[in-house]
């Protein structure tokens, strides 16, 4: 998440030491844990008919360490964390990644370039700008860590690119700084609404014209609810402004002959895409901008993706929390004919309820990666998302924030805290493993369908999708109980010809299994991931 609300977290810890076919959920809430079954029994129907959501990609951002890493660090440690991110190779039964299926691309602000004078104290949260921040020339050659592990995505073969920004680039804000002293208004000058629209389609060009690189997705206004005044870029934005630069870029995008969509409005918490109460100026995101009654209004624009994209902060605290909200949002979305992107999350805060997590002093680095498997279960059920992504792929581990904020841990020469322009050594964490449960296996183009399950629970739950040419079928339990559960599935009207899982647990990384006999009890195991998966016939 967000660094600035990432720094009051930290200080309160130092001082204590879619468009869907059917918007309705497969599976009801529940407050009973799951116990384990007698074997033979089938506990899981899978019902290939019942379609919902098409999944579009698993994805994750290159916020802020992966500039840093692929500028400086050596060659065989990019490469090696760049298979981690991006294979969807399993070479003698263990995966060599996680094979994520999007990448976003952070356009930054030129807040590096200005260093300590940017005003941003943390040198590892202040991003380059191909603007100079001084006379606005365009200089190709900046970010380019992060063009390193964007064309290691293309070619390990990610299929979905997004670029996105948190703030407009300083030579164009109001104050020079790549945050802002506008509150809830945007950072950028009155009369530089089309610079900036012309120079994000510079960037989309540049990167297709040089690097055969094609963004899917150009997300110009990052969690618009929220002040950015320090710590870290970013922008606040109204509604109408966001509608005012939507104009300038989709004009700029149809001069240039691209086919990148606008991605709205990457929502800081799900709750600001249909609350109507308080500061609707940044609110009520589905309707401001998607009703043609409002005066925000931009699904008229060619360019404007149906799609409205949110992120999953805030709103994760407890399992009643997690399936109202979403379903709201899977409901309103629907409604309005728009399918719904979820585009950050990281376990952020302290509001998560003593009963359903251990909290963060006493929590393993398997316990977050649980947590964040019923935060992703939640937005694919109920929120009904067609994209899930992770906040901060790479990142250092700081003030004893484990696995919370990263998928991978890299740690420079002088330890956690030292220089990160220094190379150092990473560590895969079982949130990257957690999420490629999901990730490696449900591709894009496969479609969500039924499941039903017996003893359905916040501590045990799961999902189910078929591939386009319905072949493959695949399955992802969560389990947080203290008992193994059966879950064996009946997949109506379907011949299975072998059945693999992949397992994650305490001590095991997608830790492969044959089944040989599609009979046979298919166990998730207490504290555990599992993704089953079913060739037919």
């Not at 981690?84 to 370039?113: C, V, Y």
Request: net charge negative; charged share 20%; proline share 3%.
């Amino acid at each position: 998440m967000k660094i600035i609300k990432l720094f009051l977290f930290m200080c309160l810890f130092l001082s204590c030491i879619s468009c869907n076919d059917d918007p309705t959920p497969t599976i009801a809430p529940d407050t009973g844990a799951g116990e384990e079954t007698e074997e033979g029994n089938e506990n899981v129907t899978i019902s290939l008919s019942t379609t919902y959501q098409t999944i579009e990609s698993f994805a994750a951002s290159d916020c802020w360490a992966p500039n840093y890493i692929g500028t400086y660090w050596t060659e065989t440690e990019k490469e090696d964390i760049a298979k981690l991110l991006f294979s969807n190779n399993i070479t003698g039964g263990k995966p060599d990644g996680i094979g994520l299926s999007g990448w976003r691309f952070n356009l930054g602000g030129g807040t590096a370039q200005q260093g300590a004078a940017s005003g941003i104290e943390d040198a590892t949260r202040r991003a380059e700008s191909f603007m100079n921040p001084t006379d606005g020339t365009l200089d190709w050659t900046k970010q380019a860590g992060q063009q390193y592990f964007l064309e290691k995505a293309k070619s390990y073969g990610c299929e979905q690119f997004v670029m996105f920004s948190n703030t407009p680039p300083v030579y164009l804000t109001r104050n020079g700084k790549g945050y802002s002293a506008s509150g809830a208004y945007s950072n950028l000058k009155d009369d530089a609404y089309d610079d900036f629209a012309n120079y994000i389609v510079s960037a989309i060009d540049y990167f297709k014209t040089n690097k055969g690189i094609d963004f899917d997705y150009i997300s110009p206004a990052n969690e618009p609810q929220y002040n950015w005044e320090s710590g870290q870029e970013g922008s606040g934005w109204q509604n109408s402004e966001i509608k005012k630069l939507s104009v300038e870029l989709d004009k700029a995008i149809e001069d240039k002959g691209l086919n990148t969509k606008i991605l709205l409005a990457e929502a800081a918490a799900w709750n600001y895409l249909y609350e109507t109460d308080g500061d609707n100026g940044r609110k009520n995101v589905i309707y401001n901008l998607f009703d043609n009654a409002s005066s925000s209004y931009v699904g008229d624009l060619k360019h404007v993706a149906p799609i409205v994209a949110g992120h999953s902060y805030w709103t994760d605290g407890n399992w009643e929390n997690l399936v109202d909200v979403r379903t709201t949002v899977g409901t309103k979305a629907g409604a309005a004919g728009l399918k719904v992107y979820q585009t950050e999350w990281s376990m952020l805060g302290d509001g998560y309820s003593s009963s359903e997590f251990v909290g963060f002093d006493n929590a393993s680095y398997m316990d977050i990666a649980l947590y964040m498997s019923k935060v992703i279960h939640c937005d694919l059920v109920y929120a009904n998302v067609s994209s899930w992504s992770y906040w901060t792929s790479i990142d250092q581990e700081r003030w004893n924030h484990k696995n919370r904020f990263l998928l991978i841990k890299v740690t420079p020469a002088g330890g956690d805290y030292g220089d990160i322009t220094q190379s150092g050594t990473h560590a895969a964490t079982k949130t990257l493993w957690v999420l490629g449960n999901y990730s490696l296996f449900i591709r894009p183009d496969y479609k969500r369908v039924a499941l039903e399950m017996k003893n359905t629970s916040k501590e045990l739950f799961g999902s189910a999708y078929i591939s386009p040419d319905g072949k493959k079928v695949v399955a992802v339990y969560t389990n947080l109980s203290a008992s193994r559960y059966d879950v064996r599935a009946n997949l109506a009207n379907a011949d299975i010809e072998s059945i693999k899982t992949y397992t994650t647990s305490q001590t095991q990384d997608l830790e492969e299994e044959s089944i040989k006999d599609t009979g046979n009890s298919i166990f998730v195991t207490p504290n555990s991931v599992l993704t089953v998966v079913y060739n037919l016939k």
